[in-house]
Each structure stands twice: as structure tokens, then as C-alpha cells.
């Protein structure tokens, strides 16, 4: 059995090299939680379809700071299982499909030119990391004048800072049950709100903390885009020239740098033979996603970054009933954001892997320096 240890620094350097030659079952070493992981597309596709694998609550319940009061709208519907889960997703799916996505592109675009038209010295803090969070507001529906306490929120999620949260999530929940009580007439809560009240308001506010939570992927998505893509000009040029081949590229940059390295862990609800491997009941088993996007098996030379590649088959945004309601969005967003970036003159000032977060599960900088001609 092979076993990788997700604290050892040369792990957390290049995690993707880490998982080579592993073997389909691979027992992780996390401080507080070793788990099972698998690293072929394949078998990955059959666990997370697996009724005998199980999500359990990953609620914010207990963050120091969050009132009691607000526990029943952390429970989001990626934290559920069975019926429940299947009402929720098949009620909001509506709002999420691909076409959505893309006719709400050019609502992005300004956002992104104001972001841009301002100082950009370090691209996660001034661009990557804001920009969700305006873009949520615009989708949710939020008005205007509470947009900068969204952005400072929005910041606050993304570094995972434990303290902060305490303050914000309280902020996004009464923020978004009072844009709830105000009946929009656009946005998300609107287009979600109809008179036979298909989604209860407390399902409605949940799901404006789940947007929240899984909009800040584009940050890191889009960081780690720039940080790929301005180290390789040939690369720049093809797009440049041929902008068509954008949406693609968003799909191969997801599968060789995108910011999952792990899916969330589903448990064992019985004994289960996993490919070979016995793994006892209330065990966890996670995705290695940094393994399986580059598995031979499912992608034509998986170590060659292509932006030309069809890789739309990547598990970055998970499979299964638990598939990332948001996917198309965050593909457009980031790729508007990069369109956005290609038409001006950036420059890295720094090597990227220096501002490397050292995170077993996400692939993340904590800053980008650039200069940026506007």
C-alpha cells in the first residue's frame, strides 16, 4: 500500500508528481484525519456515484462568533445526501445550467474592466480574490450600496480566516434574508422565489452561503491560470490569436492547475472492498484530483499542458450528484477574466511558486505580483 504523507514539504511543492506511480488506492496521511484516496478517472467516477459512500455535514456550526441562530443555514445542500439533496439540486439546477452561465457573461465584463482600470500590483488582492464576490453580487441580486461589505466578506472566506469568519457569516446571512424579505425583482433570489415558495427562504439564504463559499474557486482558479499561462508566451500568443480556443483552455487549465487537489471526503456507510483495498465502515475516501486529471488512462499525454486539448472530461468540479452546481459559472467567469487579461500588457514580477500556499487540498498563491498596463 502506498503511502503519501500530505505535511511532507516536498508533497506540498508538487503534489501532482506526488501521486505518479501510486497505485489505484493510496492511504493519505492528514494530521487528525488519514484517509483512503483513489487516483484513477475511472475508478473515481464509480466512488463518487457509490451509494455506499457517503457525504456527513462540513457545517461552519461553532465557528467562534456565528450565533447559534445561524447553525440551520451552514448545512448547505453539498453537505446532504439522498432525497433531500436530489429536491434541493433539481429546484436551483434551473439557475445554474451552462446556458445561464453564458448569457450572464457580459454582466461580468464590466466588472471586470472596473477591476482592471484600477492599480493591479498584486493580481490575488486587487483582481482574482475581488472579483467573485462582485460577481455574486450581481447574481444574487444584491443592492449596490452593501456590495463592499460582500467584497470584505468574500476575502475574509477565501483565506479561510477563522476569526474573521465569526464576523462574516453572520454579515452574508443577514444580508441576504434581508434581500430575500425585499423581493427582488432580479437576480438569483428572484429568478428562485416564485409564489408557491418552491424553496423555503431558510433554503434560499443557505444556498446564497453555498454560492458564497463555492464562488471564491474562480480566485483561486483564475491566480493560477495567470501563473501558468504568462510563464509560457507561446501558449499567450495561441490565444491571443485564436481567442476561440478561451472556453477550452479554461477546461485544460482546471485539469492541469486547478485549486482542488481533494474532493470533499464521502464515508464508507459499510465495509467496502475499494479496488482491492478493504476499507472499513465510517472510513473516509477522498478524490485525489491532483492524480486523476493527469491519469494516463483517461488523457492522451496527461504531463503536456494543451490548451488545444479536449479536457472538458476533468473531475475539478467533481462528479456524481454532487457534480459543482456552479461549474458554468465559474468557467465563464474565469473566462472572462482571462480575456480580460489577455488584451492588456501583464507582467509577472516574482517566480509564482514563491507565494505558494502550503495547503494539502488546495492548489493556491496567496499573492501574484504583476504589473499591469491599463
Known amino acids: 500500500m502506498h503511502e503519501i504523507d500530505l505535511t511532507d514539504p516536498a508533497v506540498l511543492r508538487d503534489p501532482f508528481t506526488a501521486y505518479q506511480g501510486s497505485g489505484r488506492v493510496v492511504r493519505l496521511h492528514v494530521p487528525g484525519m488519514p484517509m483512503w484516496a483513489l487516483t484513477s478517472h475511472e475508478d473515481a467516477r464509480a466512488m463518487l456515484t457509490d451509494p455506499r459512500f457517503a457525504i456527513t455535514s462540513r457545517s461552519f456550526a461553532g465557528i467562534p462568533g456565528v450565533p447559534p441562530e445561524h447553525d440551520e443555514y451552514l448545512r448547505t445542500m453539498s453537505e446532504l445526501d439522498g432525497p433531500n439533496h436530489l429536491r434541493l439540486r433539481r429546484l436551483a439546477a434551473p439557475a445554474f445550467t451552462a446556458r445561464r452561465a453564458r448569457d450572464f457573461g457580459p454582466s461580468i465584463e464590466p466588472i471586470v474592466a472596473r477591476l482592471l482600470s484600477a492599480p493591479v500590483t498584486d493580481l490575488v488582492a486587487d483582481f482574482a480574490r475581488p472579483l467573485p464576490m462582485h460577481v455574486i453580487c450581481e447574481l444574487v441580486g444584491i443592492p449596490d450600496a452593501d456590495r463592499p461589505d460582500w467584497v470584505a466578506w468574500g476575502a475574509t472566506v477565501a483565506a479561510m480566516d477563522v476569526e474573521g469568519l465569526g464576523r462574516a457569516i453572520p454579515g452574508i446571512i443577514e444580508s441576504a434574508k434581508s434581500v430575500l424579505a425585499s423581493r427582488p425583482e432580479h437576480g438569483l433570489l ?37 501563473a501558468e499561462l504568462w510563464t509560457r508566451p507561446d501558449v499567450l500568443e495561441t490565444l491571443r490569436a485564436i481567442p476561440s480556443l478561451l472556453p477550452g483552455a479554461v477546461d485544460e487549465l482546471i485539469r492541469w492547475c486547478g485549486p482542488q487537489l481533494l474532493t470533499v471526503p464521502r464515508y464508507a456507510t459499510t465495509d467496502v472492498d475499494l479496488f482491492g483495498t478493504p476499507v472499513p465502515a465510517g472510513e473516509p475516501v477522498t478524490v485525489a484530483i491532483a492524480a486523476v486529471n493527469r491519469d494516463p488512462a483517461a488523457f492522451r499525454d496527461p504531463n503536456r499542458f494543451d490548451v488545444t486539448r479536449q479536457a472538458a472530461t476533468h473531475l475539478g468540479f467533481g462528479h456524481g450528484p454532487h457534480f459543482c452546481l456552479g461549474a458554468a459559472h465559474a468557467r465563464v467567469q474565469t473566462e472572462v477574466a482571462l480575456a480580460g487579461l489577455l488584451s492588456r500588457g501583464l507582467t509577472l514580477t516574482s517566480n509564482p511558486d514563491e507565494h505558494r500556499a502550503p495547503d494539502p487540498g488546495t492548489w493556491r498563491l496567496t499573492a501574484l505580483p504583476v504589473t499591469l498596463d491599463r
Do not use: K, Y
Request: charged share 15%.
Open 190 to 226: 428572484a429568478d428562485l422565489t416564485t409564489e408557491d415558495e418552491r424553496l423555503s427562504a431558510t433554503e434560499l439564504v443557505t444556498l446564497v452561503w453555498q454560492i458564497v463559499l463555492a464562488g471564491q474557486t474562480p480566485a483561486n482558479l483564475i491566480a493560477n491560470a495567470v
